[in-house]
């Protein structure tokens, strides 16, 4: 910040004085020329772009910058002739205009160490303008003269000897100005740490006073334990009543009776005064939140003034005709979504006027107006920021999208003709994905839409894609109103809670546990038509082991259409809105988390960061080091059946055996070697586990050994079902701990279910 007064303007240089001068007055002549351009004889705003520019004018000749004179004086000579009628703004001049205020940014943004330069660098292009404006007033007969040529430009005014005098000549000399009344808000300049930590504080104060309700709540429990110690007193003087007892014990019993009244009453009077107390804290606390968060908000308009020109400019050089609508231009973002925002509207606005917006021609064939009508929307819903790009053009064919994705063997043929129009739309934001055959300055990579996602994942927003072929096409960002404050949902992990955020989460349900099935070692459950595996939490963050009592999981769904995970919580906590906390850099990054708060009680909570959670489990699951669910994570509540795994590396061995186990009335999971058996005996209940011998990985005989040698695991039976009929061999499977041995020889469908009947008794014993 500033040292001195917040509004004391003798800290800002004289050309800082005429940047900000220009910023506000390169906007107001960009969309007055737009919309003259659409409405030439519009009287209001020939007069906002004659006042512009003569504004313009007077900030330039105070801090002797001769080349801007002399570009906003023609400009605003122009805009008086239109006035006057004298001379019609068409589409060439309006071109010839713009380039003028493109000059005057480029003069605005010159520091004083290189402005001289600049100016001799580009006098020829500064010259050129001011006789094609010259031209353009002769041509209609301009009774006055043309303006002065750059080398003839008179001595300037006398500078004046402090930046207050600046601002007051800016704004009296010449005429009237732009600017808003004096009642106007003061800027105050202020660095985005500064702001951060002011509104970390004002976070911190809201948790703050917050922890004064479980006080109040503690004295309470106090007042309510007094109470209980008053009657217990009065019993014990209504036990003693029949009794003589002597009268300095009477004299004691009254007095301890009137302290504790006393003392009942003054508790209850500073409780009423904390209770007052709290409210007025927390109501306080929550306004200097507001407050200091909403100087991080800025109107949607100061993102996206540079589109309608960037639309219009792009449609020209393209042969088409097209005009950028924006609704909510005082829609309040936050600051950092703004700034992040600009890039990925571009792309998107881009992108409707290349791929959307057809020819004049093509438009007048097609029933519609030449020009191509483009909508920018932005409006708050339901506590988010919806961000909308539409067009009125060709819109996209699915099934140009579904030929592209089976040429570039995304999918298969037969995979792809059952993909859902949304489904579709989801591969235009793939990298390296485009329907355009030839790749231009403007497009036809297929990076832009990348782009734009990568972006609203980063911001743990949401982007949806709907068309209407031949009408159009629209995209919706749904992003969140600030990136200080999260909706989350809070859950219980190993004692401890995490927030998820709200944005990132499919869905929640408490699953049945008979929904859940086992696929060698995994589960997995399906929604909406649609295998969504399950893991716990634990297993992921690596925090201790899952407990279910009851006879349901509670699951949260998280990832997106192509890739879901289900994972189990031990409880729900309900939602909150957190004040985000950065973490400490010195950290690094941590595996799984985004960023922490603080609850209600001062007590810290972790934010999971979902998409580095879904990374993690991928690269997990791929390189087979997922740690395998605790032992009964998914199994609890009484079983109705006996639960058999078979361990075998033959396909049809195996799938002969779950069959037939089926067919008795067992439960029946399969495991394809030693290995995956013995990840799947730790990660479920069994009643009894049938192996083979020979197998990779891991043999039957070292499985067993390993079972028996586990404390949790050593009373579950185990049969070996072999070739090898030998001796040896039926003695070494014994010894190590093997409850029975079947040679696959003497193999019968009786033979083994006789054998599991007196191993584990009947199916529902």
Known sequence: MNSGKPDDLSNLSMLELFRAEADTQVSALTSGLLEVERNPTAPHQLEVLMRAAHSMKGAARIVNLPAAVNIAHAMEDCFVAAQNGNLTLDRTSIDLLLRGVDLLLNISKRTESDIAQWETEHGNEIQEFLEMIAALMADHKRALAPPARLAENKTPSPIPNTAEQIAVDSIRSDGPELRKPETSDRVLRLTAENLNRLLGLAGESLVESRWLGPFAGSLQRLKRQQTELGEKLNEIREGLSNKALPERTQVQFAELAKALVNSQQFLASRIEELDMFDRRSAHLSHRLYLEVLRTRMRPFADGVGRFPRMVRDLARSLGKEARLEMTGENTQVDRDILERLETPLAHLLRNAVDHGCETPEQRKQAGKPPECLIRLEARHSAGMLLVTVSDDGSGIDPEKVRAAIVQKKLAMQTVADKLSETELLQFLFLPGFSLKAKVTEISGRGVGLDIVQNMVKNVRGAIRASTQPGRGMRFQLQLPLTLSVLRTLLVQVAGEPYAIPLSQIIRTLRLPRERVVSLEGRYHFRMDEQQIGLLTAQQVLECGQQKHSDDQLTVVVLGDRQTAYGLVVDQFLGERELVVQPLDPRLGKVKDI?????????????????????????????????????????DFGPRKQKRILAVDDSLTVRELERKLLLSRGYLADVAVDGMDGWNGVRAAQYDLVITDVDMPRMDGIELVSLIKADPLLKSIPVMIVSYKDREEDRLRGLEAGADYYLTKGSFSDETLLQAVVDLIGEPDA
């Open 594 to 634: 985004s960023a922490a708060a603080l609850m209600e009680d001062g007590s810290p909570v972790l934010i999971l960061d979902v998409d580095d959670m879904a990374r993690s489990i991928e690269k997990l699951l791929s390189d087979g080091l997922l740690p395998q669910m605790p032992r009964g994570a998914l």
